[in-house]
């Protein structure tokens, strides 16, 4: 193991954080508008009820907002990274890498969706332009009768 990813380090991973939302009819039509989806089952409430759904639904990656926490731009480590995965390593960049996401149902208006998000694995690779650190999260989303969601497992990738 690297010298550098110590116990301390370590312990942080397989800790589970879980944070609740209710989303709104608002909500969804925001994120919908912000990455350009303009099916109208995101918007029209008159088309959403003629739908098998009955209402307006989020667009498939809408959980990804419950990913991280809101917090102020003072908070954020130096790159601006999310404190999710703002781990103590001698990394000052971070970049994402890969991420794999797995939808279950959809999201409706008055759903209340719990987050449940932990570090799963930190490791290091030797690149070109010295060692990367890799950071995977893991964050499963439930919705208010325990059903799964979504699943995303994403990895970040810090350097110096």
Do not use: W
């Not at 039509?29 to 759904?53: C, V």
């Not at 919705?143 to 970040?156: G, L």
Request: net charge negative; hydrophobic share 35%.
């Amino acid at each position: 193991m690297d010298s550098t990813i110590t116990e301390d380090i370590l312990t942080m991973t397989g800790v589970e954080k879980v944070r609740q939302y209710d989303v709104t009819k608002r909500d969804i039509k925001r994120f919908a508008q912000a990455i350009g989806e303009t099916n109208l089952i995101h918007f029209d409430e008159d088309y959403a009820k003629s739908t098998r759904y009955s209402t307006i639904i989020a667009p498939h990656l809408f959980c990804q907002i419950f990913t991280f926490d809101d917090v102020s731009p003072d908070r954020l480590p130096d790159d601006g990274s999310p404190i999710e995965i703002d781990v103590p390593i001698p990394a000052k960049r971070t970049v994402g890498g890969a991420s794999s996401y797995e939808i279950f149902r959809r999201v409706k208006v008055g759903d209340r969706i719990t987050a449940k998000s932990m570090l799963k694995d930190i490791f290091t690779k030797e690149g070109k332009s010295g060692k990367l650190y890799f950071v995977v999260v893991e964050t499963e989303f439930f919705n208010q009768d325990n059903e799964p969601v979504a699943k995303e497992t994403a990895t970040y990738i810090k350097r110096l």
